[in-house]
C-alpha cells in the first residue's frame, strides 16, 4: 500500500486493493466474477477489502443489540459479506440464499472453513417457505429492483418477503430508477418502481416503516442514491389490505372479542376491517345468498345495518393467513378513537334499533331462509352449574334457576323447521352505535343466521337487561307488523341464544363482565315474566 503513486484516485486505490487483497485470498477460494464490489471480503480474515464496504457496514447501523441471538434470513446473499457481518454480531443462525449456484457454492466453502453458524441454499425468493424459512431478521439488501426486473410486482414481492419476516425487515434499495444501473438497462417502468409504491406496500404489512438513512458509500462510487428501510411489528389484517389500494392501517384496534378489527383510512373514506370469526355462518353461505340478504338490506331506507363493501368481485377475502376478511364503512364517531380509543357512543332506544334491523331483514326471501338455515348452527349446549354459580344468592336466584332450567329443557323443540327469519344475531350493547348524525347503527354481521321472527328483539331485551313494560311495548308493536303472534318458542330460541353468549363470555371476562352479567340477569327476569304471560 506505502508503494501506490500519491496521485492515484480514490477510485485506483481501490481497484488497486481489490486487486492485492484478491490474491490474498485462500488458493481455492476464488470470488466469482458475479460478487458486487462492496461486498468483496478476505476470504481467510473476513474483513471488507475496500472502504465502500466498511463504510457501507458503518451506515447500516447494525448493532449486536439487534442481532445477538437472532435468526437471520439473507434473501439474495451473492458473496455472502453481510450474512458474515450478522453472524459477527452475534446472529444465532443465518440463512443465505442466492440464485447464482456460482455464488452459492463460493459462500457456501467461506462457511465450511470457519465454521460460521450460516446455511447457504441456492434458492430464489419464490422458492422461500413462512413455514420453514421465517427468520426473525429478514435481509433484502440490493434485490428488491432485481425482483421487479425479473417480472414480480413491489406488492407481491413485499408481501412474499413480509410473510417470511417474523420481526425486522431491512430493505437496502436504490430510490428510483434513474439509478444508473437500473436506467442502463431501460427495463424497469417508474409506474412499477417507485419509493411511494414500496412504502406504501410496506406500511400494509408493517406497523413501523422507518426509513433510516440515504447510503453515502455507493454514492462515493457512482452517481447513485441508496435508501436504508427498516420495517417491524408485522400486521395481521395485512393480507387482505393488500387488496385495497391506497388503504393505510392507523394502527387503532376496534376489537372486542378475539377476532381483529382495525380501522383503515382510505380515499373513499374510513373504514372498518374485519376479521370474521370462523364459525361464522358468511363463511359457509354461497355467494349468490350473501348478495340476495345484501341486497334486501340495501333496500332498508334507515340504512340501520352497516353492510360490507365490495371490492373487485367479493364481499368477502379469504386471505393467504386463512382468515376472511370484510371491509365496513365506519359508522362511529371519529372524536372517539382520537387519541385514544374509547368506547362508542351508545344507542339511546335498544327496542326500537331492533325493530328498525327486523324491518330491514324483514323482505328475505324464503329460498334465502332455507339456504341459511342449513348453514345455522344448533342453539349450544348449556353447562348449568357454571351459570348458576354467577346467578348466586340473587333474592329470586330460585325462580330463575327454575325458569333457565325450563328454558334448555325445551331447546330442542326449536327445529330447523321452526327457524322462520333472518336475524342479526348479536344485537349487544357493542354492536349498536350512535353516528356522528345521530342516527342509530348496527354494526358486525357476522353472527347472521336463521333465527325467529322475534329473536332480535327478544335477544336485545335480555342483554341491555331491559324492563318487562319496555319489552312489552316493543313486542305489540312487532306483532303488529308480523304474520304470527310471540310464542313461548320464541322465549326458549332467544334465552338460549343468550346462554349461549354467556356461556362464552365466562371464559373471556373483562372489567365490564359484572355489569353485563347483572344486565343479561334482568333480561332474563323479564323474559321470565314474558313467558308467564303466554302461559
Ligand atoms: C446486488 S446483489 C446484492 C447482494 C447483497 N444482498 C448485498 O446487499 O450486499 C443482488 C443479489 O441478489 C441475487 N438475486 C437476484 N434475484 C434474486 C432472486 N429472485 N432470488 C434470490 N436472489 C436473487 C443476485 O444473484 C445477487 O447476488
Not at 120 to 138: E, F, T, Y
Not at 147 to 154: A, I, N, R, S
Not at 397 to 403: G, T, V
Request: proline residues 4%; aromatic residues 6%.
Amino acid at each position: 500500500m506505502n508503494a501506490l503513486p500519491k496521485t492515484m484516485t480514490f477510485k485506483q486505490k481501490i481497484n488497486k486493493d481489490l486487486q492485492m487483497n484478491s490474491e490474498a485470498v485462500m488458493k481455492d477460494i476464488k470470488f466469482p466474477d458475479a460478487s458486487c464490489r462492496y461486498e468483496i471480503y478476505d476470504a481467510e480474515t473476513l474483513k471488507p477489502e475496500n472502504e465502500s464496504t466498511y463504510v457501507r457496514l458503518m451506515e447500516l447501523g447494525w448493532s449486536q443489540e439487534d442481532f445477538a441471538g437472532k435468526t437471520v434470513l439473507d434473501i439474495g446473499c451473492n458473496s455472502g459479506a453481510l450474512s458474515v457481518y450478522a453472524s459477527q454480531l452475534g446472529a444465532k443462525h443465518i440463512k443465505s440464499v442466492d440464485i447464482q449456484t456460482e455464488l452459492v457454492s463460493f459462500f457456501s466453502k467461506v462457511v465450511k472453513e470457519h465454521s460460521l453458524p450460516i446455511s447457504v441454499a441456492s434458492a430464489g425468493v419464490n422458492d422461500l417457505d413462512p413455514q420453514k424459512d421465517k427468520a426473525d431478521i429478514v435481509l433484502l439488501m440490493e434485490v428488491l429492483h432485481w425482483l421487479v426486473d425479473q417480472g414480480m410486482t413491489v406488492a407481491d414481492s413485499i408481501s412474499k418477503i413480509a410473510s417470511l419476516t417474523a420481526e425486522t425487515l431491512y430493505i437496502e434499495t436504490p430510490w428510483d430508477i434513474s439509478e444508473p444501473a437500473i436506467a442502463r438497462k431501460g427495463i424497469i417502468k417508474h409506474s412499477d418502481y417507485n419509493m411511494d409504491l414500496i412504502i406504501n406496500e410496506l406500511s400494509k404489512h408493517f406497523e413501523n416503516v422507518c426509513f433510516v438513512r440515504f447510503m453515502t458509500y455507493f454514492g462515493r462510487m457512482k452517481d447513485s442514491r441508496r435508501v436504508l428501510i427498516r420495517a417491524s411489528g408485522r400486521r395481521t389484517a395485512a393480507l387482505s389490505l393488500s387488496k385495497l389500494r391506497d388503504a393505510n392501517l392507523v394502527s387503532v384496534s376496534l376489537v372486542r372479542g378475539s377476532n381483529h378489527i382495525e380501522m383503515v383510512t382510505t380515499p373513499d373514506g374510513v373504514k372498518v376491517l374485519k376479521t370474521l370469526p370462523r364459525n361464522s355462518a358468511i363463511l359457509k353461505l354461497p355467494n349468490k345468498t350473501l348478495e340476495d340478504i345484501f341486497a334486501v338490506l340495501a333496500l332498508d331506507s334507515n340504512k340501520v345495518i352497516v353492510t360490507p363493501e365490495r371490492i373487485g368481485e367479493s364481499v368477502l377475502y379469504l386471505a393467504e393467513d386463512g382468515h376472511s376478511y370484510m371491509l365496513f364503512p365506519f359508522v362511529g364517531e371519529l372524536s372517539n378513537f382520537f387519541p385514544k380509543p374509547l368506547a362508542h357512543k351508545p344507542v339511546q332506544e335498544p327496542l326500537q334499533v331492533a325493530l328498525d334491523v327486523r324491518r330491514a331483514l324483514r323482505g328475505v326471501s324464503t329460498n334465502t331462509i332455507n339456504t341459511l338455515r342449513e348453514h345455522t348452527p344448533k342453539l349450544p349446549m348449556i353447562d348449568l352449574s357454571a351459570l348458576y354459580a354467577t346467578i348466586g344468592e340473587r333474592s329470586d336466584a330460585i325462580r330463575l334457576k327454575e325458569f333457565l332450567r325450563e328454558m334448555i329443557a325445551h331447546k330442542d323443540k326449536v327445529t330447523m323447521e321452526t327457524l322462520d327469519a333472518v336475524i342479526h344475531g348479536d344485537l349487544q350493547s357493542g354492536n349498536m352505535l350512535t353516528s356522528p348524525m345521530g342516527e342509530p347503527k348496527v354494526v358486525d354481521l357476522d353472527l347472521i343466521r336463521c333465527g325467529m321472527i322475534y329473536s332480535d328483539i327478544l335477544t336485545c331485551a335480555i342483554f341491555f337487561g331491559l324492563s318487562f313494560d319496555e319489552v312489552s311495548k316493543a313486542i305489540s308493536i312487532a306483532v303488529a307488523e308480523e304474520t304470527r303472534a310471540l310464542s313461548k318458542l320464541d322465549i326458549v330460541h332467544a334465552v338460549n341464544h343468550c346462554l349461549g353468549w354467556f356461556r362464552n363470555s365466562i371464559k373471556t371476562e373483562d372489567s365490564s363482565w359484572e355489569l353485563r352479567v347483572k344486565r343479561t340477569l334482568m333480561g332474563f327476569d323479564t323474559m321470565m315474566q314474558l313467558n308467564q304471560l303466554l302461559s
